[in-house]
């Protein structure tokens, strides 16, 4: 009876397993699919243009990387550094479970009232322009509990044994922290960066708000303060504005193919990082 239950489990969690590739591929497929016809080397490398008739994406690919720039610039130094003290350095209780909670509370929060704060702080209060730079620092919060938790979790779980034993061997605390702790917890934090950068580039909302509509080319320091569309935002404006629902799948393919190269060069800088800090803690070892 107990080896029918446990095959019956097993079938079960693989037919789930199942499920979740299936649809993803089917979804994959289906966008892809759409998609792809549409693309071509001057829809990827031109901008739209009223007067010529033309549309490009080139403006909003810029705007998309120039967004994740100035939120990572901004959310993954105060996100490891943040879960750094809460690991290692807050004594009191009540302060770590209060900063717990807020980080919860502000992962719940929809994302259009952090466009509605982000407009009414940095554009009304602050007198920022709609741009990357009232974008990213909009986004830089709502990608922050996603760091916090993703790090404090992974430093958490680097053994207790290391940091004894690193400080026993005379290192300082931040030493400690520097050399033992934040390499052993790089798989977290680069998996809480790829999440936030998928939020990033799956934003929409908020950025209505805070960094316009613009489809026009700029330069980087221009856009900080002019209004510049994302992908998400121009596939917003192509489906339901004008209706040009095949540009909008176009588009989707490539925020799909952007996200997908985005996460291999993370897992692939991971990797380098933890190869770099072995050899450098086996030639340590040795010398």
């Excluded at 990387?65 to 209780?93: D, N, Q």
Aim: glycine fraction near 10%.
């Amino acid at each position: 009876m107990r080896r029918l239950k446990d095959r019956i489990l097993l079938l079960l969690i693989r037919l789930s397993a199942a499920a979740v590739c299936l649809l993803l591929v089917a979804l994959l497929g289906y966008v892809l699919g759409r998609g792809l016809p549409g693309l071509s080397w001057r829809f990827l490398c031109g901008q739209t243009s009223y007067l010529k008739q033309t549309t490009g994406i080139l403006p909003n690919i810029l705007n998309t990387l120039y967004l994740i720039l100035v939120t990572m610039v901004i959310a993954a130094p105060l996100g490891i550094c943040t879960a750094v003290y809460l690991t290692e350095y807050a004594r009191s209780k009540r302060l770590v479970r209060l900063i717990s909670f807020a980080t919860e509370t502000l992962t719940g929060i929809p994302s259009i009232l952090f466009g509605l704060v982000g407009m009414l702080f940095f554009l009304r209060l602050m007198g920022l322009k709609a741009g990357i730079l009232a974008g990213g620092l909009t986004l830089s919060i709502m990608v922050l509990p996603t760091m916090i938790s993703n790090t404090k979790e992974s430093l958490q779980n680097v053994s207790q044994a290391w940091r004894e034993g690193a400080l026993a061997l005379g290192s300082g605390k931040w030493h400690m922290v520097r050399t033992v702790v934040l390499p052993n917890a790089i798989d977290g934090i680069v998996t809480g960066g790829i999440l936030a950068i998928g939020r990033i580039v799956g934003e929409s909302a908020a950025l209505l708000f805070t960094a316009g509509f613009g489809l026009a080319l700029t330069g980087f320091l221009k856009s900080l303060q002019s209004s510049s569309a994302t992908l998400t935002v121009a596939l917003y404006v192509y489906a339901s504005e004008r209706g040009d629902t095949q540009t909008a799948f176009a588009i989707a393919s490539v925020l799909m193919i952007l996200t997908l190269l985005l996460n291999l060069a993370a897992n692939i800088a991971a990797k380098r990082l933890q190869t770099t800090h072995r050899k450098g803690a086996f030639h340590a070892k040795h010398h």
